[in-house]
């Protein structure tokens, strides 16, 4: 439910308004839980029920002020509330989804461990133990901003920007002693986690532009800006294991920690741009950014991002001119280069320790020891793009065509690097400048008003694009080679690679796969070296959407259809079935497909244990 206000004069202008948002999730407690809950003596909490909601408040002003012709001043402000119970999902491993896709597909299959209350074919307990769990979230946000534009002359334009972000999450999780998820000998034990974080973003804005007509035919526009932004944020956490009945916060555990931890990043940038029109026909821009990050390595202090771009309106020249035949309103020609950056993670450049105990001479003492590596000469990945396309109208403005090209080049690409565990680190990986990265490839939109009749239109659009994207150096150091995902020169960022399903071959006809390690009795082939299977992501695109309007526009009607393909995903959620839970498809039907047995066996049965059959179409 919302509310809103607005009026003022000319020169003041406000806008109130306030919502208010109360949903209850789908997700409710079975009957039959209700049951074992009574025969257990377990108690009847109110979050049971209903595990999952959300209530939202907000409220949002905003005053604009115009004190004279030269001046316009906003202030725009906004606050939400948010308070939400979060339900365990997916394949976490106390989650619903875990328990419900890991059952065997029929009721009765044994009982709860510990408890003994039965599974009604759930994998290892029903959902009352998963919503025993309670994990709540609350959220306030303010966000506000102040607005400037001072006209001092008819040329010039002065604009600044001051904006504000603050957010402090709140965010527990807690059991009672004797509920929850077996997962455990201990889980059961009882246990409370608090997590508080405060975020603050602010942002500063400064820009000055001045135009200029120094010939008949010539346009200049000049702008000069600065961006600050400035982010933190630092947070606590609390937690007790161990609760004794009926407790409820982390001072009452058996086991106490305490953590706490902030972040700072600041950037500083200057720009200018110099833009310039030539018979309102040719428009000319060249402009250059430097950036200062305090994410940068302390060796690296500053980074230039220069661009240049021309659009051409070919068909307004006298001499142009175009066959009949195309019906052709207008074609403009569009070029552009510069560069851009992606910034490193806020603490990537940073040498960071962690706190450990060790024994020493028969006495407990705290220790440092290495955490992240860091790198002195960290600095931003810069992607070099060239861009170059057109446009063109048709009919009247009834058709159009836009087409583009666009050749990207990553350098100093932001890479995590496989970390030697000999050199005593507690991570894994350390984010490196490491070779470069290419994408490219081509992106087109055509649009059509098909009818345009006063009781009838039809319009369509047809968007598609295609990416190819390569690694082109790891600057010399080792491929990353994890599980399922590899980088390498030659293939696409994040590759998947497995050892190839060439084939099966159901040699005694029984419509069961298996593996032998005698060859001739063999049924599951696999190769013998690991190759890449396809992209991670998708690389093709294609949209089409239909409009209809009916009645003098008085009622459309659209539709949709979208496609995304030229990729393989990595189906964890079937892998985990057929490995951990063994009751996939491919394991428990018999009148399952050759190509579902295939997955299983070679993953679970086949020497190699290959995730090939769970890189699938996406």
């Known amino acids: 439910v919302g509310v809103g206000v607005r009026g003022g004069t000319e020169a003041v202008r406000y806008n109130i308004q306030a919502s208010r948002e109360n949903e ?44 004279s012709s030269q001046l316009d001043v906003s202030v725009n402000s906004g606050f939400t509330s948010l308070d ?31 408890t003994g209350t039965p599974l009604h074919g759930y994998r290892a307990w029903t959902p009352a133990y998963t919503y025993q769990e309670r994990l709540d979230q609350g959220i306030n946000r303010f966000i506000g901003s102040v ?22 999450r709140n965010e527990s999780d807690d059991l009672y002693n004797g509920e929850g998820p077996p997962i455990t000998t201990t889980y059961r034990n009882g246990q409370a986690y608090n997590w508080r974080n405060n975020l603050r973003n602010i942002t500063v804005n400064v820009s000055s532009t001045g135009t200029f007509t120094p010939l008949s035919w010539l346009n200049s526009k000049t702008t000069i800006g600065a961006q600050y932004v400035d982010f933190r944020q630092d ?44 018979n309102d026909r040719l428009f000319l821009t060249a402009a250059a950014r430097s950036d200062q ?56 450049a940073l040498r960071t320790f962690a706190v450990s105990s060790f024994n020493i001479r028969n006495t407990d003492q705290s220790t440092e020891v290495f955490n992240q590596l860091g790198d002195a000469n ?19 403005g009834r058709a159009s065509v836009d087409l583009t090209y666009y050749y990207k080049v990553n350098k100093d690409a932001l890479i995590g690097a ?30 059509a008003q098909l009818v345009d009749k006063p009781w009838l239109g039809i319009d369509a659009n047809l968007s598609t694009s295609i990416n ?78 239909l409009g209809i309007d009916l009645f003098r526009r008085k009622l459309r009607l659209s539709a949709l259809a979208d496609y995304r393909g030229g990729n393989l995903y990595y189906n964890n959620t079937e892998r985990i079935r057929c490995v951990s839970r063994q009751n996939c498809n491919g394991q428990m039907n018999p009148a399952s497909s050759f190509v579902d047995q295939a997955m299983g066996v070679a993953t679970l049965n086949d020497p190699s244990q290959t995730l090939d059959g769970f890189f699938q179409p996406g």
């Open 293 to 348: 990050n305090s994410a940068f390595g302390q060796n690296f202090q500053n980074v230039v991002y220069p661009k240049f771009s021309a659009s051409w309106i070919i068909s307004e020249e006298p001499w142009f001119k175009a066959p009949d035949v195309l019906h052709l309103d207008q074609l403009r020609l569009r070029y552009a280069i510069g560069r851009s950056g992606v910034q490193p993670g806020q603490t990537d």
């Open 147 to 168: 607005n400037v534009n001072w006209r001092p002359t008819s040329w010039m334009q002065n604009r600044m920007d001051i904006g504000s972000d603050l957010t402090d």
């Open 468 to 545: 190819q994207n390569i690694v082109l150096s790891l600057g010399g150091t080792a491929p990353q080679r994890g599980v399922s995902n590899w980088i390498i020169a030659g293939y696409p960022i994040n590759g998947l690679f497995a050892r190839h399903i060439t084939g099966w071959q159901d040699k005694n006809g029984d419509g069961i796969l298996t593996y032998n390690a005698n060859p001739t009795l063999n049924e599951v082939f696999v190769s013998k070296d690991t190759t890449f299977r396809g992209n991670p992501e998708p690389n093709q695109f294609a949209a089409l959407t």
């Open 418 to 447: 496989i970390v030697a565990p000999s050199l005593g680190t507690g991570v894994t990986t350390q984010r490196e400048n490491l070779g470069a990265v290419r994408n490219s490839g081509f992106e087109g939109q055509i649009t």
């Open 378 to 396: 960290l600095k931003p990945e810069v992607a070099s793009e060239m861009e170059t396309g057109l446009e063109a109208r048709f009919f009247h």
């Open 84 to 114: 939400q119970r979060l339900l365990q999902a997916s394949n976490a491993t106390q989650g619903l989804g875990s328990q419900g896709y890991g059952g065997p597909g029929f009721s009765q299959n044994g009982f709860v461990a510990i």
């Open 235 to 278: 947070g606590n956490s609390a937690a007790g294991i161990g609760l004794p009945p009926g407790a409820l916060t982390a001072g009452a555990g058996a086991t106490q920690s305490a953590s706490e931890n902030f972040t700072i990043s600041r950037t500083l940038g200057q720009y200018i741009e110099e833009a310039v029109s030539i």
């Open 24 to 67: 209850t999730g789908i997700f409710k407690l079975p009957d039959f839980e209700y049951t074992m809950l009574d025969t257990t003596h377990q108690p009847m909490h109110s979050w049971l029920a209903r595990p999952n909601f959300r209530d939202a408040t907000s409220v949002r002003a905003n005053i604009s002020m115009s004190p």
